[in-house]
């Protein structure tokens, strides 16, 4: 089975490294930011430089409807993710877990960057 991350704020700074070191791993990679402009170059260089498979999807996830439309999409393509690494503020992915659980698990490591 494939390890599957999702990254959200993946085009700033934390986020490019958090995907850099996943996919230098193997693992493949959904990618979510507030804009597709930068996440489609993003993933086609994490493609071609790693060889992982990587999906993007664009949304503000301080939009309710725009959580749901990519929670919508994860169910359709049946995603389930082993890890999710958070680019954005904390309180951003903190409502985001609110609509749904993608590690499927009770316990959630949370880390504060001063």
């Not at 597709?36 to 993007?56: F, H, K, N, S």
């Not at 503020?89 to 959630?108: A, E, T, V, W």
């Amino acid at each position: 089975m494939k390890t599957n991350v999702l990254i959200t704020g993946a085009t700033g700074g934390l986020g490019k490294a958090f995907s850099a070191e996943c996919a230098s791993r193997g693992w493949d990679l959904f990618l979510t930011d507030r804009s597709m402009e930068p996440l489609e170059p993003l993933a086609l260089g994490i493609t071609r430089m790693y060889g992982v498979d990587v999906q993007v999807f664009a949304a503000d996830l301080t939009i309710a409807a725009e959580r749901g439309a990519l929670w919508t999409r994860v169910a359709r393509q049946g995603l389930r993710f082993h890890m999710l690494l958070n680019g954005h503020i904390f309180s951003k992915i903190q409502l985001c877990l609110r609509d749904y659980n993608p590690l499927g698990k009770d316990m959630c490591i949370y880390l504060y960057f001063p």
